[in-house]
């Protein structure tokens, strides 16, 4: 395996963790390099994470141990398909919008599946209704846990690698190509549109320094922005990559796992509530901390060259 290749496949160091280095990274990277042999699109291998993530869910329901360790292999299969949509995409520069709306339902859909399939799991063993209540405001709560991570890392790489780089974009932008489409001529694209305009709302709820930080960086910097913002920007927000890591996939993976394989699902419902929310306000705070920063330090700079 050329390890120059491998790495050029990464979206950046500094968002890696390192189970997703030696571990999904490697193994979606050989898929992608059979994908891109035979043709096959990044879409494609998306659409097909779907499928195992959604059966991933099923098999949790049952109260066997031996159906539930199929059902973290398939989770597990469906975590690498993901890792390789990407890798594909970077490879071979398929990358479409239809591209990153699929790849953000698509964890999504893992985890809906997941939640019905503890729910139903948790009914059949003697809880009450009440039980649902509490696995809709989880799956609220990983809704916005998976929403402000994934745009604080995309916030990240764009002073990391720039405009050009990066997958960071304002609902405003996408407001406006959702407009422009037809639903008698693009259907699909535009509920994609409509799905992907909500999503990104809802990461802008908690992110308001963010953006203003980011606006005023296009507005007053079009071309480039200054190195020392690039860098400084960059050294501090780095130690959050950890806490975005930590609301995405692997460390609830591994807490679902565990909740799972001794037979106490609801475990995993409490971890999402307390853990990582805890995580989740910690981390809005030192980010809209650190925006506000930068943001004061530009607007200080603008007015002594006025």
Known sequence: MNQSELQNT??????????????????????????????IRPNTITIISIFWG???????????????????IALIIANTLDSADGQLARMT????????????????????SIYIHIGLRLT??????????????????????AAIADYYRNGHLYFVKGEGGNEFRSSRDIK???EQLSWRKNFWM????YFYHNYT???????GNLQKLVSFIHNKYPNQMPQWLREGF????????????????????????????IQLPLLYWYFELTVLNIILIYTILKQQAISKKYLNLLQREVIQDV
């Open 176 to 178: 406006k190509e959702y």
């Open 190 to 193: 535009k509920l994609f549109m």
């Open 10 to 39: 990464f979206k950046s160091s500094d968002t890696e963790e390192p189970i997703d280095i030696y571990f999904y990274r490697r193994l979606g990277y050989r898929v992608a390099l059979f994908s891109a042999k035979h043709k």
């Open 54 to 72: 959604v059966l991933a869910g099923h098999l949790y329901y049952y109260n066997n141990i031996w159906i539930n360790v199929l059902g973290i």
């Open 124 to 145: 059949h063993n003697g809880f009450g209704p009440w039980i649902w209540i509490i696995g809709i405001i989880t799956g609220i709560s990983h809704i916005f846990q």
């Open 93 to 112: 520069n398929d990358k479409t919008e239809l591209g990153r709306i699929l790849d953000g339902l698509a964890g999504n859909l893992w985890f809906l």
């Open 201 to 207: 709302r809802e990461q802008e709820l908690f992110t």
């Open 234 to 261: 960059r050294t501090e927000n780095k130690p959050l990559m950890k806490y975005t890591n930590i609301l995405s996939f692997n460390t609830r993976a591994i807490a679902l796992w565990i909740s799972i394989l």
